[in-house]
């Protein structure tokens, strides 16, 4: 009886593997428990999690939904350390799943949020500084370089993320069209004014922000590109014209040299080679200037983007849309 109450617990309820049940002759007729085989439970240290006692705890194996005060860190971070309403629900997978070389949290240890060493989570907040909490780098000149901050937020980690959308993903920043909030339509989560009519979207690779830029607005790019196609052949046709007029000229003095013409006829070639100067040269070279000044204006000078100084100003660089 007591061999087989051995092989029972064995089974049922041991942290062990299904090669350790194996090595020991332990008779199997089922999937072990607690090995993780076909997805049973998987055997882990014990650990406790310090939930804040503000929120509600639903556990299951090393999977955790919490929800309400939920702080980003322990007890002693977010807002509510403060007593100030920041109710967060909190999906997490792998509690420090990164910690101690990847082993994990530690045997009978008690472990905090930690979006850090977590292996996986999606927190969304009624207040916080999300870019802080991840431990983003944001853009220098907003807000002191603390990005957004005391704002409802969502953040996603792991170590990869992907979003499918089957007909189309689109992201799209600002306010919301149609709805009934009054005349300043509708307002941040604080219920104040959203001043920025396009906030901006950026997209930042290695959490750093040396290399920001405005991404290329493709038609604008493209229109400027057949604008500049269009003067650089002007300027071949002058290029064009000059050698045409030179090799009349050289012609002249050729023949004015080996005595086939008199030296009126070289004379005479000389004021056809300045007319056409004057009328094809000069003035076409006059004219080709004058649009690539106006081609700099209308596509590579932000100044009078959004103006309407320039009706057909159609600058390069998004002003919203951001990446390094």
């Not at 194996?22 to 008779?27: S, T």
């Not at 939920?70 to 509690?95: F, Q």
């Not at 957004?148 to 990869?160: E, V």
């Not at 050729?254 to 013409?261: L, M, P, Q, T």
């Amino acid at each position: 009886m007591a061999e087989e109450k051995k092989t029972k617990d064995l089974l049922t309820g041991s942290c062990t593997t299904a090669q350790s049940l194996i090595d020991q002759n332990v008779p199997i007729n089922s999937v072990p428990l607690y090995t993780g085989l076909f997805n049973t439970r998987v055997c882990r240290p014990s650990f406790t999690y310090n939930y804040p006692p503000g929120s509600k705890n639903v556990r299951n194996g090393g999977a955790y939904i919490v929800f309400g005060q939920v702080p980003p860190g322990g007890v002693t971070s977010g807002y509510g350390k403060s007593g100030i309403p920041a109710e967060s629900i909190d999906l997490v997978v792998g509690r420090h799943s990164s910690a101690n070389d990847g082993k994990g949290p530690s045997e009978d240890s008690w472990v905090d949020n930690n979006f850090g060493t977590d292996a996986a989570r999606i927190y969304i907040s009624r207040l916080t500084d999300i870019d802080d909490a991840f431990g983003l780098v944001s853009d220098p000149i907003v807000n002191e370089g603390k990005g957004l901050i005391a704002r409802s937020g969502i953040g996603i980690k792991a170590d990869g993320v992907r979003i499918i959308g089957r007909e189309g993903v689109r992201i799209t920043t600002g306010k919301m069209q149609g709805g009934k909030f009054g005349g300043q339509g509708e307002p941040n989560s604080l219920g104040g004014n959203i001043s920025m009519i396009a906030p901006k979207i950026d997209l930042v690779a290695g959490n750093n922000y040396n290399n920001v830029q405005g991404v290329a607005l493709g038609e604008n790019t493209r229109d400027c590109l057949i604008a500049l196609s269009e003067n650089i052949n002007k300027i071949y046709s002058v290029i064009a014209t000059i050698t045409e007029a030179q090799d009349e000229f050289n012609l002249a003095v050729a023949r004015g040299c080996a005595k086939v013409a008199r030296l009126g006829d070289i004379v005479s070639a000389g004021t056809i080679v300045k007319a056409k100067y004057a009328i094809n040269i000069h003035e076409a070279t006059y004219r080709s200037r004058l649009s690539l000044n106006t081609w700099e204006l209308n596509y590579l000078n932000p100044k009078f983007a959004g103006t309407g100084v320039f009706p057909q100003q159609k600058y390069i660089v998004s002003p919203n849309v951001r990446t390094n």
